[in-house]
């Protein structure tokens, strides 16, 4: 009788475990900085669409992102971006010598697949111009920078990634 008991009680606790919301994953974020300016690109991938960023020095000094974009669905995998027009350019090489190159362009012929694309998250760039020392400062210590993510129902902090 406890054997059933015990089972029984067991399978009411894995069910209630699967019936309540579970946390949103945490947010991806690639960094990149601007070729000729001060500024320090972000693409965040999550599933809720990002408010407002603002990092944050070793110091506490807290820099608001000078511009948020629109959030638009994510690629379910890799960098490609679902539905849109691509260009790929590749090579091959023989063992008798031959060479050959090759470019491939694709053309979406039905709908984005904003479905699946939806299930990966919004990607959303953020904009952060940063002054000359404090762009080295970032490039030397990211991990003590700390970058909040704010998507209106919460906050989320994490620490910055570092630059390529």
């Not at 110091?59 to 960098?79: D, F, H, N, Y």
């Not at 590749?90 to 090759?102: E, M, P, Q, V």
Request: glycine share 14%; hydrophobic share 40%; net charge positive.
């Amino acid at each position: 009788m406890s054997m059933k008991r015990l089972l029984l009680s067991l399978m009411l606790a894995v069910a209630a475990a699967a019936c309540s919301p579970s946390a949103p994953p945490p947010p991806r974020v690639a960094v990149w900085q601007g070729e000729t300016s001060g500024l320090l690109f972000m693409r965040v991938i999550a599933t809720d669409p990002l408010q407002d960023a603002r990092l944050t020095t070793p110091e506490g000094r807290k820099i608001l992102a000078q511009r948020v974009s629109l959030s638009e669905p994510a690629p379910t995998s890799g960098e490609s971006w679902a539905g849109r027009p691509s260009v790929g350019v590749g090579g091959s090489a023989g063992s008798s010598g031959g060479f050959g190159t090759g470019i491939g362009l694709s053309f979406p012929l039905g709908g984005s697949g904003g479905g699946r694309a939806g299930a990966a998250g919004r990607a959303t760039q953020v904009e952060f111009a940063l002054d000359p020392a404090l762009l080295r400062d970032y490039r030397a210590r990211p991990g003590s920078w700390q970058l909040e993510l704010n998507f209106g129902s919460r906050v989320d902090s994490l620490p910055a990634p570092p630059l390529p």
